[in-house]
C-alpha cells in the first residue's frame, strides 16, 4: 500500500494481505473476465439490439457509483497507511468511511435496479438485459462480500486488535476491496458506455 | 535547511492516484455522454480503463512493490480480457 515511508520502497515476495486471499482475487478475475469477454462477443452478434437497449441504461449513475467505488478504494489506502502508523482509531475512521461508501454504492445500485424492473425489464426480456443484469448482480453480491469484511476488520481494528508490526488482515480486507473496484472499473465503460 | 530524502509531499501519492482515477472516470463519462462512436472512441474509452485498473493494481493494492510475478498476473488478466473485448467489437466494424 501507498505511504512516505522508507519501508515503501521495498519489494516484497508477496503482495500485501494473506496470500490466501489472493488466490481468492485471481479466480474471481477469472470469473469477471470469462463474463466480460462472454458479453462482448454476444454483443457481436447482436449490436443493434446491445446499443439500443445500453440507451435506457441511466450512464450518470453508473458513473456516480465508479467516483463512490474508487473514493471508498481509496480511503482503505488510507486506512491501511494509517495502521501501518499504528493509529488503531484513525484506521477505524477510514474503514467506516469505505463502508459507508459502501452502501452509497448499494443505494444508488437499488434505485438502478428498481428503475430497471419497474419498467418490466427482466433478465428474459433480451440477451442484453440478460448480461447486464447477470453481471450488475454478481458485482453487487461481491460489494456486500466486500462490506461484510471490511466490518468484520473493523471491529477487530476497533478493539484494538491491529498494530504498526501486525496489521496483515487490514491489508487483506483492503486487497479485497480494491478488487471490487477494480473489477467495476471494467464493467462500467464495457456496458454502460462501449457502443 | 531540510534534507531529508523521505520528506512527505503536500498531497500524498495515493491521493494524486485518486484524483487522476476521478478525471479519468469523469472523461469516460463525457465520452458516453456525446453521440461519439466508433473504433477509435471505443478504443480511448477501454484504454482508459485499463489505465484505471494498473494504478489500482500497482498503487492502491501495493502490486507495485511485488515481484512481477503478481504484477504479471494482474497485467497479462487484464491484457488478455482486453484484447478479446477489442477483437469482438472489431468483429462488428464494417
Known sequence: MLNNTKTSHEIHATPPGDL???????????????????????????????????????????????????????????AVAAI???LSNLCTQWIAAAIGLGFVFLAI?????????????SLSTNTFYMFYLS??????????????????V???????????????????????????DLLWIILFPLVYVIR | ????????????????????LMILTCTTYAIGETAWSGTAVMLAVLGTAVIK???????FMGLR???????????????LVSSLITVAYLMTVK
Open chain 2, 53 to 59: 485498473v494498473q494504478m489500482v493494481a500497482n498503487y
Open chain 1, 84 to 86: 501501518k502508523q499504528g
Open chain 1, 109 to 121: 445500485k437499488m434505485v438502478e435496479f428498481h428503475e430497471i424492473f419497474s419498467a418490466g425489464i
Open chain 1, 154 to 180: 473493523m471491529l477487530k481494528a476497533k478493539s484494538g486488535g491491529y498494530s504498526a508490526e501486525n496489521h496483515t488482515g487490514v491489508e487483506t480486507g483492503a486487497s479485497y476491496w480494491h478488487m471490487v
Open chain 1, 20 to 78: 490466501a486471499i489472493w488466490f481468492f482475487i485471481f479466480a474471481e478475475l477469472l470469473a469477471f473476465g470469462v463474463f466480460f469477454v462472454a458479453y462482448a462477443f454476444a454483443r457481436a452478434h447482436n449490436v443493434e439490439l446491445f446499443n439500443e437497449s445500453q440507451q435506457h441504461l441511466n450512464r450518470t449513475s453508473g458513473a456516480i457509483n465508479t467516483l463512490v467505488l474508487i473514493t471508498s478504494s481509496y480511503f482503505m489506502v488510507r
Open chain 2, 1 to 20: 535547511m531540510d534534507n531529508n530524502p523521505h520528506k512527505p509531499h503536500f498531497i500524498r501519492p495515493c491521493t494524486r492516484i485518486w484524483l487522476a
Open chain 1, 135 to 152: 453481471l450488475t448482480i454478481f458485482h453487487f453480491m461481491h460489494v456486500i462480500l466486500g462490506m461484510v469484511i471490511l466490518a468484520a
Open chain 2, 65 to 79: 512493490r511485488t515481484r512481477w510475478l503478481w504484477r504479471g498476473i494482474v497485467l497479462g488478466w487484464l491484457l
